[in-house]
């Protein structure tokens, strides 16, 4: 704590972040669940891009997430590296109920990686979890190859996971809905270096945890650094990034880990 | 002829509830009935007092009629090509149902998932996308359909859309790469730092683009979350003056709101323009009742008439819409100069690569022959030892002989004297 008297707790770090994906897959939904904790079932979609702010508390860091949330229909394309352009951290959006907007989230992930900033922290996050989960749609669900999906699934969520989730989940998913299966989606997050999540704006499962994840891989004394034009960066500054004490830190409840 | 007889049985019971409640804004129905009867006359013989009229507001009941006068989209050879058209199928289906339910989510108009309204806009938006597959289906184009199926029905809609398009030149903001966009929002930049210049640099240093909170503006044309009444005004205008009355109404709500937005910060400023740009306009009435808020109604006259303050001359628009053309110019100069370097980048490095190439072949061949010449050195110098150790031995096999030779005389010579 000794040490944070040229970084202030008070004075958040600006974090400037984007989210990108495919036309209608959340990505409003997910910002409006993360700043508002609200959800709306009929969006309006964003045309050219909305500008959102909201504050992440980390052990004893502040950070404020500067959030540029883009459109997501091919057509506004060109208008997306002006905002990806600066960015620290991206979350790229897909439907896991539709497979082909994993592949444009992987084009965007690509896009990403070769032209964004060298450091940028990327998440892939799978959204509206909650389509495959309805008890509705668990009747429907065929037995089988799903089956075994669900179980690798669960091989897979256990050790990451584990010490966020403390609910029993209810494991009874409508997976016929589903089309992109989580293990596929995480293994290619693992290739590809990326933080993985499924969530749900609707019912706000997993949300806020993604955007703690990301705060967590942040290069924050990087950015101090960078932000100050070098003065606020220490000896080792760089190498002291906190990364095993975070963990630690963490807290059980995610819900509880950002300050909104 | 009956669509004549509806329009002005329509017209009488409009103007009868109209006279009813809105006694102080006097309408002059008489000139509004003159209009709907013979729309070209009154524009050639009384323009002056048509514009006029037209500034106070066009009577909502006769507002989709007087935009289809004012853009001439009356067409039946298009209406029948709207009606062929909602047969066919459309690749956009897919993106344009998707974002139905996600037009206007607010009026009730276009909630019902089944209803009239969603039905009119995907046949409006689907046929259009038909009709002209190079723009095919883009987001903010259903916000402006809708705004003309609050007041037509959807054929007639869609000459509107037509003409929207093409006459009023909306069609290059919906094109891929929205070229029409870009211009505009570059005359927009431009008209700012002409007209508002303290705004300018105050949005300059605080880093806001005008794409970051105009695109929506210009390709919705206003209708994207603004209030309706204000948003049918605008669209009076655009439709009497053309495309170019957007500068006005955007130049007119930074104006307006120039104190508040100089005192505001990057993410406060995008914010206020989302959210706050209409709150000048709010007439605020003291409650009836407690309980009973009325609906927050706006000062549209006054918005339209600060609008038309905005001096914005073809002049400016044409001088800046040069200076874009002039900057793509160059940007396309630069790319292509770029692009000649790259090759001759590309071409050079090829050149590199095999030049270094045949070095290491020359490098590997030079060091097979050192190795030869070492080989052969070495060989040589074998060679010579040999020749040496041969020479040695003649010398020696000579020095034998002539031993045996003088041995062998000597003992002749001995028999001899004997
Ligand atoms: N069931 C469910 N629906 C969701 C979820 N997230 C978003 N939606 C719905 O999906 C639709 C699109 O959501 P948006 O957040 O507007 O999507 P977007 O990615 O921002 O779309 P664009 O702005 O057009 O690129 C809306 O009708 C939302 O209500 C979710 O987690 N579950
Ligand atoms: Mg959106």
Redesign the pocket.
């Known amino acids: 704590m000794a040490e944070s008297g040229d970084a202030p707790v008070d004075k958040p770090v600006q974090v400037k972040l984007v ?1 990108l ?12 669940r993360f700043v508002q904790n609200d ?8 045309i050219g891009a909305a500008f959102l702010t909201q504050k992440c508390r980390l052990e004893d860091r502040v950070l404020r997430y500067e959030i540029w ?5 091919e057509r506004f394309h060109s208008l997306a590296p002006m905002y990806y352009r600066n960015a620290q951290a991206a979350v790229v ?1 897909y ?1 896991i109920t539709k497979a082909s907007s994993l592949e444009k989230a992987k084009s965007w992930v690509k896009e990403l990686q070769r032209q964004a900033n060298p450091n940028i922290v990327i998440a892939l996050v799978g ?5 495959v989960q309805s008890p509705a749609a668990a009747g429907a669900a065929p037995a089988g190859e799903e089956a075994e999906d669900e179980e690798a699934d669960d091989a897979t969520a256990t050790p990451g996971e584990g010490g966020e989730q403390p609910l029993p989940e209810p494991e009874q998913e409508g997976e016929s809905l589903r089309q992109v299966p989580k293990d596929e989606a995480a293994a290619y997050a693992q290739e590809a270096g990326l933080l993985f999540a499924e ?5 706000g499962e997993g949300v806020v945890e993604v955007f703690t994840e990301i705060a967590k891989k942040i290069p924050i004394e990087h950015i101090l650094a960078s932000t100050r034009g070098g003065s606020g960066s220490r000896a080792g500054g760089a190498q002291a990034r906190p990364n095993v004490t975070l963990q630690e830190g963490q807290q059980p409840a995610g819900g509880k880990a950002c300050n909104c | 002829m009956q669509g004549h007889l509806r329009l002005k049985e329509g017209f009488n019971k409009v103007h009868e509830a109209q006279e009813k409640l809105d006694e102080h804004e006097e309408i002059d129905w008489d000139f509004w009935g003159e209009i709907m009867a013979d729309y070209e006359h009154v524009a050639r013989t009384k323009a002056k007092q048509l514009s006029e009229a037209i500034q106070k507001g066009i009577p909502g009941a006769l507002r989709g009629t007087i935009w289809e006068l004012m853009s001439a989209s009356k067409d039946m050879m298009l209406e029948q090509v709207y009606a062929e058209l909602l047969k066919e199928s459309s690749p956009h289906e897919k993106s344009i149902l ?2 139905l ?2 037009t206007f989510p607010n009026h009730e108009y276009f909630q019902d998932v089944q209803g009239i309204g969603q039905e009119n806009l995907f046949n409006v938006v689907k046929a259009y996308s038909l009709y002209d597959p190079e723009v095919g289906y883009c ?1 903010g184009m259903p916000f402006v359909v809708a705004a003309l199926l609050l007041n037509m029905p959807d054929e007639e809609a869609f000459c509107v859309l037509i003409r929207l398009m093409k006459s009023y030149d909306l069609r290059g903001h919906f094109l891929p790469e929205m070229p029409g966009l870009q211009l505009r929002l570059y005359q927009f930049d431009r008209l700012v730092e002409e007209l508002l210049p303290l705004l300018h640099q105050h949005f300059v240093r605080q880093g806001v683009k005008s794409s970051m909170y105009c695109s929506q503006w210009f390709l919705t044309l206003f209708s994207y979350r603004f209030p309706l009444d204000m948003v049918f005004r605008i669209f009076d205008i655009i439709f009497a003056t053309g495309i170019e009355a957007i500068f006005g109404f955007a130049i007119a709500l930074l104006e307006k709101n120039e104190d508040v937005l100089l005192s505001l910060k990057f993410d406060q400023i995008l914010d206020y323009m989302k959210t706050g740009l209409f709150d000048t306009y709010k007439v605020y009435e003291s409650p009836v009742s407690p309980s009973e808020r009325p609906p927050t109604r706006y000062r549209a006259d006054d918005f339209v008439q600060d609008a038309f303050q905005v001096k914005v001359s073809p002049f400016m628009l044409d001088t800046y819409a040069a200076e874009y053309e002039e900057l793509l110019r160059q940007q396309n100069k630069h790319l292509v100069e770029m692009d000649t370097l790259r090759n001759v980048n590309r071409h050079l490095s090829a050149q590199v690569k095999t030049l270094e190439s045949s070095l290491a072949q020359l490098n590997t061949e030079h060091c097979d022959l050192v190795k030869q010449f070492v080989m052969i050195k070495l060989e040589k110098e074998e060679m010579e030892s040999e020749l040496v150790k041969y020479k040695m031995l003649y010398a020696e096999t000579m020095l034998a002989n002539e031993d045996a030779r003088s041995s062998s005389r000597i003992s002749f010579l001995s028999k001899r004297s004997r």
């Open positions: 989210l994906g495919e036309a209608a897959v959340g990505k409003s939904s997910v910002v409006m959800f709306s079932e009929n969006k309006e979609p964003t949330d883009t459109a997501g229909q959006v439907d959204n509206k979890l909650d389509l969530t749900s704006a609707k019912t | 998707r974002d339910g996600r987001q």
